[in-house]
């Protein structure tokens, strides 16, 4: 593995910029605009890709062969999604949550729908994966007073697996497997659909030269990995500095751990062929995407980690950053080097960089990123290249889920390095 740590931050700037530069590139076939536009848009799915873990992304480039097959897919899913929003669009909010919920867990709902009436309160939570709350009230109440309309959906369920199933079986085992695999990765697969004219150029690229497209994708994760590692090391440095700081920091964590949006699995992400609900502004296939574990812990070893996303919100946008006036500072001053530095935003620190930018200097567009996120397919909003958080729902939630914390590496946007467990409720 590669790394960078002895190389100065400029140097190790330059050299991912030359690597993006090289990246999806197709030679003689655009003006100078053309080019320039089609760079900042490949550079953005490459970037997206790069943090999975090597299996993730071998999936990815395996799938992007077919972009026939993922168009298919999209317009089935549509056309699920759709009838799924009317079948449900009689109900009241609140039962609609419910149905989003059982969505999450296909098991389930076969089994809720082929379950003969009458059964007890007990029996339906024996059956739950979990003994998370929302779900024993989503399994009960649709249960007792939904039934046909959750054999309804279980039927829509089946019909697209079935479909499912039919436009990949013309395709080789290894593409086969890749696509089963995105299936349960919505926000992968989405991010490739949504984008079908990038993913068929890498797509392509990678059909010509496999090994290299292998190379730099890995190169690229592990100079990400790398800079991770550094970021988490600076943070505990300079928190460890000062031990009134870092006592607060313990009580602050206790205090986020403590509050009604932690504890909950977050790791059931919403159904590829129903959506996560339709009233979220900004794409979220994975609840508790906000509210997840602090992303930092206290070991043998001291302070691990680093602040998540949720954390931050939490402290900055919460006001709870005026209970802790220690550890407010030291935010600040890591905030305020990174800043100086001009530092290059990575996987681990971009969740706190982005909620502090918003509450120290809102709308500031100073902090140079690593990549041009894509927009999403539902807003058509995108994020500026140089790290601009005007548009911060945008950059750290549909980032967070297509950045490795879920399904990916679990240093997601924000969270602990190589860790954390990110658990929470929506």
């Given amino acids: 593995m590669k790394t960078f740590k002895h190389v100065p931050a400029f140097e190790q700037v330059k050299a991912r910029a030359a690597f993006l530069v090289l990246l999806l590139i ?23 890709i790069a943090p999975y873990d090597a299996d993730v992304r071998l999936a990815i480039l395996q ?6 097959t993922l168009v298919q897919l999209q ?19 609140q039962k609609q949550e419910w149905f989003y919920t059982i969505t999450r867990y296909p098991d389930l709902m076969h089994q809720l729908a082929s379950l003969p009436p009458r059964q007890t309160q007990e029996a339906i939570y024996k059956l739950l994966p979990s003994q998370d709350a929302d779900l024993k ?24 697996n079935r479909e499912f199933e039919n436009s990949i079986a013309h395709l080789g085992i290894p593409a086969r497997d890749a696509f089963r695999k995105l299936q349960a990765m919505p926000d992968v697969l989405t991010l490739l659909t949504n984008n079908i004219e990038l993913t068929t150029r890498l797509g392509e690229h990678y059909k010509r030269n496999p090994s290299q497209v292998l190379a ?27 031990p009134k700081a870092m006592k607060e920091l313990q009580e602050a964590s206790n205090a986020y751990t403590a509050n009604n949006y932690y504890g909950n699995p977050y790791y059931y992400p919403y159904s590829y062929w129903f959506g996560y609900p339709y009233w979220y ?12 574990s602090p992303g930092f812990y206290f070991g043998v070893g001291g302070l691990c980690g680093f602040p998540s996303y949720g954390f931050s919100f939490w402290f900055y946008q919460g006001g709870y950053y005026t209970r802790y006036p220690h550890l407010y500072h ?30 120290y200097q809102p709308g500031s567009t100073r902090m140079s990123a690593l990549t041009s996120p894509l ?52």
């Fill in 75 to 93: 317009k089935s899913q549509t056309q699920t999604v759709a009838s799924f929003q009317k079948m449900i669009s009689r109900f009241r909010k």
């Fill in 375 to 426: 927009s999403n397919g539902r807003q058509g909003r995108v994020v500026n290249q140089v790290g601009s958080y005007t548009n911060r729902v945008n950059a750290n939630s549909y980032h967070a889920q297509s950045w490795g914390g879920f399904g990916g590496r679990g240093g997601a946007i924000g969270g602990g390095f190589h860790g954390g467990g990110h658990i929470g409720r929506h």
């Fill in 281 to 292: 502004p900004y794409p979220m296939w994975y609840p508790g995407m906000f509210w997840y």
């Fill in 26 to 48: 197709s030679a003689g076939s655009f003006t100078a605009a053309a080019q320039s536009n089609k760079l900042e848009t490949d550079k953005g799915i490459a970037a997206s």
């Fill in 330 to 359: 030291v935010f600040g001053t890591y905030y305020q080097n990174n800043l100086a530095k001009d530092r290059v935003l990575g996987t681990v620190n971009r969740g706190f960089m982005g909620v502090a930018t918003t509450h």
């Fill in 63 to 68: 799938a992007s062969q077919y972009p026939n």
């Fill in 137 to 160: 009230v989503a399994a009960w109440k649709l249960y007792k007073n939904e039934k046909k309309n959750l054999a309804k959906l279980d039927n829509v369920r089946m019909a697209a």
């Fill in 216 to 242: 730099q994708l890995t190169t690229l994760h592990d100079n990400l990995e790398v800079q991770n590692q550094q970021e988490v090391a600076d943070f505990k440095k300079q928190v460890e500095k000062d």
